[in-house]
């Protein structure tokens, strides 16, 4: 008796429709989720001129029996599903039985394929749809999809596919983010003679992580480990207190929870990508994008990165399946989840409260993710990332699939003005001081560039002093010792693990928008009454949005009142704010709400206020200071949740471990 079945009308008819293979990458989605779901260990896939010519899926599955092989090609024959209940928990990748006949009408197919139940395999010809060949064939267990000349009878797809190259880039990223998600089984992509990633089965993502970018990103990205929260779902009838306070005795088999779990890794905040092309979220081992995800992280990252940038992010989720709806799209890259918000605010607090343990500092090494395009091209990695990046958003495409849909972030504000010098992990160099280019060359740099023919896994065996001996982190700050500053700027600083260099204006900044936002949810902020009240003119629209948040403002300690027709009084603000900066600051924040009436969230808008107080009221660069000001300046920020970035997300310290010292000098 065979597995796959034909799908009645009625759930077929609920099932998302749509076109799967859009180019060549989504053929290898679907053949790869096939191969999964067949419980393969080990995976190869081989392609030619970028998936044009040739995408071949080989794997150590289950394989199909005879007559499921026939029954596979029929629109809606699946073994994943059998009833409409099946839908609302969807354990497999593919569900919608649709992807075999669609890949296989616009290609030349052949399916080479044995169960270990039958004594044969089988081996079927098909070309655009139809069936050429069906035979018994000697076939070891597992299956080989081969699949020619993709849109050989739809030129107006073909005209559509972009170069070779970047197919192949998509391809590869695909291959290698799946090879993510499961570290325990092996994976191999090549192009025809040249291995592009290869991988054996290990036994943590880390692991997996580092066989796939190398020790170098590795040591850019913090390990979110295993956050975990439930939800407490409690029988409609029963009261929650009742039925929290009966769980905890009965202990039942079946408790009335929900339990959600995050691992994965991101980037330090320094890491900052100009897209959202390197957050990968999947969610029970599917790759998908998600708004509510993806926003979850920025919030995370809310006043540790400038809004318009974006981390580098594995993200795994994991829970019940009937918390997600996958039957929404398609190509099942985008899920509807049911308690959406829960799962959002986890997400952030676990990223949040993960960047604030680890507290991950810069470093003067070369930072391969944040690097220009010409240092990145030293990864193959990044020239995948690269080319996807440079890519013109087709809207087609599978891995910028729904990104249109996320609303642009509103544009940044209130940048302090740094006329002299600029310190910026990522910042292009400024004319008259450059200290974007590492001093020194302390980290051995990967081998020669080669082109994306090279292999992903020269580094071979997982060594233990991959992972450096410290964590790159701020937690030693507090034990710094000023040295003294350089152009009355930066604070030099000796520490324990190595020399810092900090910013005195963005960590001045950081202190006292903690301190500002903290008094601020206290309900007292310190203020200061004006002499004389300082009379504002405004024009009609900022009168408008003046109105809207004069309750915030007031809570922000500025005290104003409307003084005539678009005009305003202000008799008292923040008592960090000098009066020179009190017209600038209250304009900025004017601007601010103009900007946030886009996004709506009074939150955001409530941090802003206070990170523009804080950037005007801050030191200044081009500042002497005396020895106790900057310890003074190295204390309090060392007691702040978020030492890493500033409130507009400019790297406060910077880090030359001692262990780069003495490389650099040849001593290890
Ligand atoms: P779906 O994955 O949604 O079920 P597909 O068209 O992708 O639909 O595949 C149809 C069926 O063919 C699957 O349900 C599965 O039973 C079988 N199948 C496809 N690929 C493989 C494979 N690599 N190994 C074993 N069975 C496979
Ligand atoms: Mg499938």
Known sequence: MGRIRILPDQVANKIAAGEVVERPASVVKELLENSLDAGSTEVRVEVEAGGRRLIRVVDDGCGMLRDDALLAFERHATSKLRDVGDLLSISTLGFRGEALPSIASVSRLLLETRSLEEPTGTRIEIAGGKMLRCEEAALAGGTVITVRDLFYNVPARRKFLRTEPTELAHIASLVTHYS????DKSF??????????SVTPVASMKERVYQVFGSQILDELVEIGVRERDLFLPPPSVPPSQAIAEYRSAEPEDPPFRRFRLTGFFSRPQIQKSNRNSIYIFVNGRLIRDRLVLHALSSAYHNLMPSSAYPFALLFLECDAEEVDVNVHPSKTEVRFRHGSFLHDFIRDSIRERLMEARPAPTFSPVAMAAPPAQAAQLPYSEFSQMIENEQPAGSGLVEASMDAVPPPPPHFGEPSMPEFTLRASAPPTPRLDFSAPPIEVMPGPPPSGKLSRRLDMHGEFPADAIPATEMSLTGLSELRPLGQIHESFIIAAGRDGLWIIDQ?????????????????????ETQRLLMPMILQLSAEQQIDYARIADELHASGFETEPFGNRTIAVKAAPAAVGPQDLERIIFEILEIAENEMRTNSLDDLRRNICASIACRAAIKINMRLDLAKMEWLLRALAATDCPMSCPHGRPIAMHYSTREILKAFHRI
């Open 188 to 197: 191999r992509l090549s192009t025809g003679p040249t291995e592009l990633l």
């Open 180 to 183: 993510l998600a499961h570290p």
């Open 505 to 525: 204006h963005v960590a001045h900044e950081r202190i006292l928008f903690e301190q500002v936002l903290k008094q601020r949810a206290a309900g007292r902020v």
